[in-house]
């Protein structure tokens, strides 16, 4: 079963590519949607399975290779941390598949698009059920990969290539950590296999190595380089810039890599390795205040952006700094919980967003919605589902998972995490405020359409299908020779059926998974549920029961308080913002442009580079190997040829001449010898 769950989506990714336009679209997507959709029932059975008790196995598929003392099989590992991940990877994959029907019918590249999912969808699958480091690098580099090519899917897009190799690049940075990361485990305990690691841990600790010429602990030294590489694939500051720019995607590529998968491949490392950030201290502090530094700024940022897929994007980045830090303060079951429900409401929120888009004629800037509750009210209903959730409502699924990460950091009893509460509560109001400004901004006060130049194109082009239409049939409308101002002319409409039973799905996930998982997960039945997949501390859990009243109340106050302020602002005092921004240029300016790490990156890493690789073309490749090698002997020959050109005239006298200064030139030599 577990093989199917695998290896169905590279089928499918094989059928698809290959096939291409030969197999047209709808073969295309029948095949790749429909091997989804059988993963993900199968990864509900295996998931349902373990809960109730099923053995933790692991499923060898093949010897892969051997060197030296290092032997990898292609292993399939199926535990209850898998199958939590194979129903999120799975269950989000289908519905994007299903989603990507209505949302990409336009597009003439659909069976590639749907391809390249199923590729990054297999590439995720390979990451989560690895039992060894090799294979996880390979699903790692995998959705790298197909990451890549899904951003950079328009191709023609000046904006989405460099996107698509911006976030290529920055993931690389991570990966060069992380590769280290493995090469010193294989020093230190001789294997690549998780499990024989994480037993030899209690034995490693204490030992050291030479890094750069000191001697390092070696625990620390490992946990923090394989953090790096969670860094890179969570977006985690610094190495978070690319996660915004990955916005050039088509939206259903937002919703799979940014709700459910390739981001929280990193929390999924580090809860899979927890047994070695138990035993670093050091390394916990360095995961717990880069989480919480990141909630923060991704926050403060979602505040001032316009763009409603960059709002939600560092929403994203802001919700994986939060179980960052939860599984730096040793709540690693809190940080699963966190990932499992935020995978339902930012899905949900993503795939709204792109609804909303559809029916915008892609416009994504906010400042031209307004007023679309009564135009596409299921939309806005399930937005507000999305909403609730993620800004922690009682009872919904971001109230039990973001409550248990901030409650697990009051209760750690250390001053990481003490810090990272704060911060978690400060992030926590901003997160209201952001998603609230989203549904005001984009749902209510009155709509301002006219602004917008997709909105008018949309409106000329059916203006001028309209005259055509009614000037074959002889019509003649007063209206139509009306100049096409305002929004008069433009009705946006519901998304079509495929792209609305998604979101009736992951609404149901995002009210209720938490409620329905939340004993299991962190409340109770933890011990049985996790068991021992993970470190897992009985009192620690228990005690986040029993927090004090104004820590208990303190996530729905500051929820509260967001929603307040973003209500005031946008709906009570729609004037406000602007008076504001005014007041206060340079910070919204520090905020809208990301606290200026793109232009510093720019200043340090970017522009430097590219002068050296200048000096080296020009002044290197050109002006030294070139001019001194293959085009100095070229041009010599041909200085040489057009020198000797100039005696061969073809006139007999000159030759002659030529002649006789050759024999007075030998006689001369021969009578001064």
Partial sequence: MIQAIVFLPLLAFLIAGIGNRAIGNTAAKAVTTGALFISCALSWVVFIGLMSGDPARDVVVAEWFSSGAMAVNWTLKVDILTGVMLVVITSVSALVHLYSWGYMAEDPDQPRFFAYLSLFTFAMLMLVTADNLVQIFFGWEGVGLASYLLIGFWYKKPSAWAAAIKAFVVNRVGDFGFMLGIFALFMLFGTVDIDTILQGVPAAKGATFTFLGWQVDAITTIALLLFVGAMGKSAQVPLHTWLPDAMEGPTPVSALIHAATMVTAGVFLVCRMSPLYEASVTASTVVTYVGALTAIFAATVATTQNDIKRVIAYSTCSQLGFMFFAAGVG?????????????????????????????????????????????????????????????????????????????????????????????????????????????FLTFFGEARWAGSEHIQHAVHDDHHHDEAHDGAHGHDHEAHHAPVTGTAGYHPHESPLPMMIPLALLSFGALFAGAIFNSRFVGGDETAFWNGTIVHHGAFFESLHHVPALV????????????????????????????????????????????????????????????????????????LIDRFGPDGLTGLVAEGAVAAKRFQTGLVYSYALVMLVGVAAFATWFMVR
């Fill in 331 to 439: 709540a690693y079951g809190a940080a699963m919980f966190h990932l499992f429900t935020h995978a339902f409401f930012k899905a949900l929120l993503f795939l709204c967003a792109g609804s909303v888009i559809h029916a915008m004629h892609h416009e994504q800037d906010m400042r031209y919605y307004g007023a679309l509750r009564k135009a596409i009210p299921l939309t806005f209903f399930a937005m507000v589902i999305g909403t609730i959730a993620i800004t922690g409502v009682n009872y919904t699924s971001g109230y039990f998972s973001k409550d248990a990460v901030l409650f697990a950091a009051w209760e750690s009893a250390t001053e990481p995490g003490r810090v990272a509460f704060f911060v978690g509560i400060t992030a926590s109001l901003l997160t209201s405020f952001y998603s609230w400004r989203l549904i």
């Fill in 552 to 623: 208990h109340w303190a996530p729905a106050i500051v929820m509260l308080i967001g929603l307040l302020t973003a209500w005031l602002v946008y709906i009570r005092n729609p004037g406000f913002s602007t008076k504001f921004k005014a007041q206060w240029k340079h910070l919204h300016a520090f905020l809208y442009n990301k606290w200026y790490f793109d232009e510093l990156y720019d200043l340090i890493f970017v522009r430097p580079a590219q002068w050296f690789g200048r000096l080296f073309w020009k002044k290197g490749d050109q002006g």
